[in-house]
C-alpha cells in the first residue's frame, strides 16, 4: 500500500529555470512531511521539511509547498543548477510515541538539469 | 565526523542464505531505523531500534530480524535469502526526540545481490 506517491519518474528541466516536484499522499495522519535527495552510491540527504500546519517553508532555492486539502506537496527549486540532478525522495511521518518514527517514501523523480 | 557508516558496501548471496549487514550511527545518535530500497522504488521502512530493542516495525516477514548493541551500532539479518531481497539496504540514524526533524542521517547503503 503506497501512502506517497511521485508520479513522475523524472523532470528535465533547463538551468536557471524552476524545477517543481511534486508528491501526493493518502494517509491524513501524516503531519510532518520532508524531501530528500539522493546521488548515486550515497545515501539519501535531508533537503527541507515542512510541518502540517505550515503551508509553505522556505530554504534558500528550496521552497516546499503543502495543500492538505488536496493531501498533496511539492517542492519548488529556484534556480534550477546542474549540481541539482538527483533523485528526490518525498517522505512523511505520522505522529507516534515517543518519536519513534516510520518514514513512508515516494518512489522518487529523478531530475536533470540541463546546462 | 564520519556520519552513518554501513558494511559491507557490496554482498552477493545465493538463495537461501543468511545475511547480515552492520551500520554504525553518526556520533551522538540512539535510534537506528533499517530501510529496504529496491530498483526504481523508495525506501521501505523495516524497523527501527532505540535502547536495545526493536520500536517500530514495517511490513516485512520474520526473516528480517536485527539488534542493537549497547553502542548503538545495529545489525540487520536476512535468513532464508530469496532473490526479492535484492536491493539496495540503508540504515539511517537520529537522535530520540528528533527523527521528524532534519535530524535523521542516512548511510550510503549495502547493496545485496541475491542469486
Known amino acids: 500500500d503506497q501512502q506517497v506517491k511521485q508520479n513522475s519518474p523524472s523532470l528535465s528541466v533547463q538551468e536557471g529555470r524552476i524545477s517543481i516536484l511534486n508528491c501526493d499522499y493518502t494517509n491524513s495522519m501524516f503531519d510532518y512531511f520532508l524531501w530528500y535527495k539522493k546521488y548515486p552510491a550515497e545515501g539519501p540527504t535531508f533537503l527541507i521539511s515542512i510541518s502540517s500546519i505550515k503551508d509553505k517553508n522556505e530554504d534558500g532555492r528550496f521552497t516546499v509547498f503543502l495543500n492538505k486539502s488536496a493531501k498533496h506537496l511539492s517542492l519548488h527549486i529556484v534556480p534550477s543548477q546542474p549540481g541539482d540532478s538527483a533523485v528526490y525522495f518525498c517522505a512523511a511521518l505520522a505522529p507516534t510515541l515517543y518519536n519513534f518514527n516510520k518514514f513512508y517514501f515516494g518512489s522518487g523523480t529523478k531530475l536533470n538539469v540541463k546546462p | 565526523d564520519a556520519g552513518v557508516t554501513q558494511s559491507p558496501t557490496h554482498l552477493i548471496k545465493t538463495r537461501g542464505q543468511q545475511v547480515t549487514l552492520r551500520c554504525s550511527p553518526k556520533?551522538?545518535?540512539?535510534?537506528v531505523s533499517w530501510y529496504q530500497q529496491a530498483l526504481g522504488q523508495g525506501p521501505q521502512f523495516i524497523f527501527q531500534y532505540y535502547e536495545e530493542e526493536e520500536r517500530q516495525r514495517g511490513n516485512f516477514p520474520d526473516r528480517f530480524s536485527g539488534h542493537q548493541f549497547p553502542n548503538y551500532s545495529s545489525e540487520l539479518n536476512v535468513n532464508a535469502l530469496l532473490l526479492g531481497d535484492s536491493a539496495l539496504y540503508l540504515c539511517?540514524?537520529?537522535?530520540?526526540?528528533?527523527?521528524?526533524?532534519?535530524?535523521?542521517?542516512f548511510g550510503p547503503g549495502t547493496r545485496l545481490t541475491v542469486t
Open positions: 556520533s551522538g545518535h540512539d535510534t
Open positions: 539511517a540514524s537520529s537522535k530520540l526526540g528528533l527523527a521528524g526533524t532534519s535530524e535523521q542521517y
